[in-house]
């Protein structure tokens, strides 16, 4: 599976778009672009996933660059439950474990 | 809520001690993945199960064993607990493998406390 790299924390303004960018340059063509977030030490939560054409569903947009080497994941107006920890992951769509590495501390701020 | 269900939420034991942790997968799902989350470690994924049988391991200790049930539920067993085994341990369930769409969903955990 291919590494990621994720800023290690960000801030945004209540009711303004969250952002959160993720690099993944080794990504081979048949592996799919997931996200996932941890409220404190809830169990992870799926947002979204997509191989290479945008997504959206009613939690978030997943915007992928057309080389497929990033992707951004856009929660377009941010509450103050959206404070976690945020997870790219990058997988083959085929079962299988999900390697989770440090992910982006996003705090939404009042 | 996932529809993943994991008991007990909290548990509390001495060094040297068993526990068996368990998880109900979300109806109609066939794979359990466990993964364990220590402070220092971050989540790591332990071990998956697919349909009663064990498709896959990962940085599970000897002293750490799962097994998956005929109705899909999964029991992780930890024994010789150490202080070191402090964690939260999750759950998760997805529906198939090699489906084209295998989205895993997490349960609540466990906090195992070794004192």
């Known amino acids: 599976d291919a590494k990621t790299t994720q800023p290690p924390s960000m801030d945004c303004a209540e009711g303004r778009a969250a952002n959160l960018p993720c690099n993944h340059s080794?990504?081979?063509?048949?592996?799919?672009v997931y996200w996932y977030r941890q409220i404190h030490s809830q169990g992870p939560q799926y947002i979204i996933h997509?191989?290479?054409n945008n997504e959206t569903n009613e939690m978030a947009s997943l915007i992928i660059t057309e080389d497929r080497k990033s992707s951004t994941l856009i929660l377009p107006h941010a509450t103050l439950r959206d404070t976690a920890v945020y997870y790219c992951?990058?997988?083959?769509?085929?079962?299988?474990?999900?390697?989770f590495g440090q992910g982006t501390e996003l705090s939404v701020k009042p | 809520d996932s529809g993943v269900t994991q008991t007990p939420k909290h548990l509390i034991t001495a060094t040297g001690q068993r526990v068996t942790l368990r998880c109900s997968p979300r109806?109609?799902?066939?794979?359990v993945y466990w993964y364990q989350q220590s402070l220092d470690q971050g989540l790591q994924f332990l071990i998956q199960y697919y349909n009663g049988e064990e498709r896959a391991k990962g940085n599970i200790l000897e002293r750490f064993s799962a097994q998956q049930f005929p109705d899909l539920h999964s029991e992780l067993n930890l024994s010789s607990l150490e202080l070191g085994d402090s964690a939260l341990y999750f759950c998760?369930?997805?529906?198939?493998?090699?489906?084209?769409?295998?989205?895993?969903?997490f349960g609540p955990g466990t906090r195992l406390t070794v004192l």
């Open positions: 998760a369930s997805s529906p198939f493998l090699g489906w084209s769409t295998d989205t895993q969903y």
């Open positions: 997509g191989l290479k």
């Open positions: 992951i990058v997988r083959i769509n085929q079962g299988g474990k999900l390697i």
């Open positions: 109806s109609g799902d066939l794979s």
């Open positions: 080794t990504i081979s063509g048949n592996e799919y």
